[in-house]
């Protein structure tokens, strides 16, 4: 939960995160500078991109939220896995931006990046782990653009080559392509997720540990546009729901697909009644 206060008097905007959730048991919480660097981000990348990064374009972007709270994380709070939230927070300010901004803001995306890493041993019993790889859904559609395919955002972390990941385990990766149809639907349409499957059969039994987000609430569109197609995680057909790492037999078939992003604008054409009232004063109605 967040909200937006522009106070044009003294030049600043407050980010309030009032009602965010408590601390999560699980690694996924926020400390606040790192709550305060992905806000500042989205604010500032909606208004005054070219700006650069310093005490002064900072300092009139307040930052609050309420201290132990899952976005104000305090020891002894987990915080390994912070991406998993902290990068979902752009998204409640760029609906609230494209209240007075709508053609700078973009629609939902697939949010945090997935992320992987798999360990066993070999036949002779040497052990093996990869360091961890991950992957990216879709962006979110803008005013005039699609969005980007299997792209990370609000991150710019890359993707680990699968020849990498492979020739560090025994590990094969068995589809690795864009997921069509997964994008929302708009006058701009969202970007693709990606589809992945991989296994290891080496005839041991081995370990995965990933970490998976929107697997329940797809990303939304903006201004009419369709919302995205919301992750799927399963092992040899079966849905995956924990965030805890898993065993798994040789040759089981991991299978992620991961959200599309949502749509911009309706798709339907524009209709031929007058938005223009009796009084002559045209009038626009803009939700987010």
């Known amino acids: 939960m967040a909200s937006v206060t522009v106070d044009p008097v003294a030049g600043e905007i407050l980010v309030d995160y009032d009602g965010s959730s408590g601390a999560s048991p699980a690694g996924i919480n926020v400390v606040k500078n790192y709550t305060h660097a992905y806000t500042t981000f989205t604010i500032r990348s909606v208004l005054n991109p070219d700006v650069p990064n310093n005490y002064g374009s900072l300092a009139p972007i307040k930052v609050d939220a309420p201290l132990g709270s899952i976005v104000n994380a305090v020891r002894p709070a987990p915080c390994t896995a912070r991406h998993v939230v902290g990068m979902f927070l752009p998204m409640p300010l760029l609906q609230a931006l494209s209240q007075f901004l709508p053609d700078s803001v973009v629609a939902e995306g697939a949010g945090a990046v997935w992320t992987c890493q798999v360990s066993g041993t070999h036949p002779d019993g040497r ?36 020849e990498v990941v492979e020739s560090s385990a025994p590990l094969v990766f068995i589809r690795k392509e864009l997921r069509h149809g997964s994008g929302g639907a708009g006058a701009q349409p969202g970007g693709l997720g990606q589809l992945i499957e991989f296994s290891v059969a080496n005839g041991r039994d081995w370990n995965l540990n990933a970490v998976t987000s929107r697997l329940s609430h797809a990303p939304a569109g903006l201004f009419g546009g369709s919302g995205g197609a919301a992750g799927s995680f399963t092992v040899d057909g079966e849905p995956v729901r924990t965030q805890k790492r898993i065993d798994l037999r040789s040759g089981a078939v991991v299978r992620m697909e991961l959200p599309g992003g949502g749509g911009y604008g309706s798709a339907e054409p524009p209709s031929e009644v007058s938005s223009v009232p009796a009084s002559g004063t045209a009038t626009r109605e803009v939700s987010a």
């Open 127 to 162: 052990p093996f782990i990869t360091s961890m790889f991950n992957y990216a859904g879709g962006v979110g559609a803008r005013a005039a653009k699609p969005g980007l395919s299997a792209t990370a955002y609000p991150t710019g972390v890359a993707a680990v080559p699968i």
